[in-house]
């Protein structure tokens, strides 16, 4: 539960007294919201005192009469917007015209409550009123959050893309200047190295753009009733190429099984899984993904004979940007993001990610996703 505070002004203490009596129990409940709201009222008996208290302690909701000795509330309304205060207004008044409500709601008034009201039509009015603080508070989050993600992208993509394009540049001198002769084939190796750099560029920006979709365009309509164990086969020949490069055995068990979601959240999902499992495998080893029910839902398991990770490994596994470096990852490219991709997706379906793991000896993920 949540409490916001009002500030009513308005010049009769009758209509004060009664405003906080009214909402003193009032509580606000929407389906939407994550907690209730209820209200703690102040007070204040002019323009001029309503302005100290805003400046010294600015309230979540103003209800503000319009006709106050000395400065009216048009006139408190003006400052609050040329000030650009976070305070959501409504006028109370009894002079109510087409032209006040206009005036007021161009100045920032969220609501028009002509006197004399009835509880219900005030309780009404603030019910309004919070659900749109409410919403205000969604939309400057998403904003935020969006701000954020825009500088952690660019910077990230800044930073690493800074050293692959520098020894591009580097190899493409080499190959220019003729510094190892004449012969082509005396440049298989720097070309080899070229196109390393290029396919760790081309994972970088798929993983980033990937994590913004995820944090930022989630769409309710896209979900289907997906065969989860054809995805999971078409990521396992997605990673065939990679595996028969380093001798990695793929191995798929399960039956099959369907899943209500967006198709593209579990493809990022079995990709990503897949694809570490296959990097961090000793050349030789094997990979098993398998799709069963178990008692909280779904479980993908993700299992590989690989070098394995510590507990304090672990604990930092599902941070963005956070990439694993020891003796035993050294040459071994990636953005740090997939597996804090998988662990959003996870928590999109309301499902986790628990990971198992010994070094040197391979590491087990097992997604768990709830089943309505």
Not at 11 to 40: C, T
Not at 339 to 364: C, D, F, N, R
Request: with cysteine.
């Amino acid at each position: 539960m949540k409490t916001l505070s009002i500030l009513v002004v308005d010049d009769e203490p009758g209509i004060r007294s009664g405003i906080k009596r009214i909402l003193a129990g009032h509580r606000v409940s929407f389906p939407f919201m994550d907690d209730d709201y209820i209200f703690d009222c102040r007070e204040a008996a002019s323009g001029e005192e309503a302005m100290a208290m805003l400046e010294e302690s600015p309230p979540e909701i103003l209800l503000l009469d319009n006709k106050l000795p000395g400065m009216d509330g048009m006139e408190v309304l003006e400052i609050i917007r040329q000030r650009k205060m976070d305070i959501m207004v409504a006028m109370i008044t009894s002079y109510a015209s087409l032209e006040i409500a206009a005036k007021a709601t161009g100045d920032g008034a969220w609501d028009f409550i002509p006197k004399p009201f009835t509880p219900a039509e005030l309780k009404a009015s603030i019910d309004l009123i919070t659900k749109q603080y409410f919403l205000k508070k969604i939309r400057r989050t998403m904003k935020e959050e969006g701000k954020k993600i825009r500088y952690q992208f660019l910077s990230v993509l800044s930073h690493e893309l800074k050293s692959p394009i520098n020894a591009l540049e580097g190899y493409l001198q080499m190959i220019k200047d003729r510094e190892l002769g004449e012969s082509l084939q005396e440049y298989d190796a720097v070309l080899d190295r070229s196109l390393q750099r290029v396919d760790g560029m081309r994972t970088l920006i798929m993983d980033l753009l990937d994590f913004t979709k995820i944090r930022l365009e989630r769409k309710d309509e896209r979900i289907e009733h997906v065969n989860l164990s054809e995805r999971a086969q078409m990521a396992l020949s997605t990673i065939k190429p990679l595996a028969i490069q380093r001798n990695i055995s793929l191995r798929y068990t399960g039956e099959e099984t369907y899943y209500n979601a967006d198709p593209l959240d579990l493809d990022i999902m079995l990709n990503n899984l897949l694809s570490n499992a296959v990097k961090y495998s000793h050349e030789g080893g094997s990979v098993e993904v398998s799709i069963h029910q178990v008692d909280q839902g779904l479980e993908i398991r993700v299992e590989d004979s690989g070098i394995g990770m510590s507990e304090e490994e672990i604990s930092q596994l599902f941070k963005e940007f956070v990439r694993i470096k020891n003796s035993r990852t050294k040459g071994i490219d990636g953005s740090g993001l997939g597996l804090s991709i998988v662990s959003k997706i996870a928590e999109l379906y309301g499902g986790h990610i628990h990971v198992k793991s010994m070094p040197e000896k391979g590491s087990e993920f097992s997604v768990i996703l709830p089943v309505s």
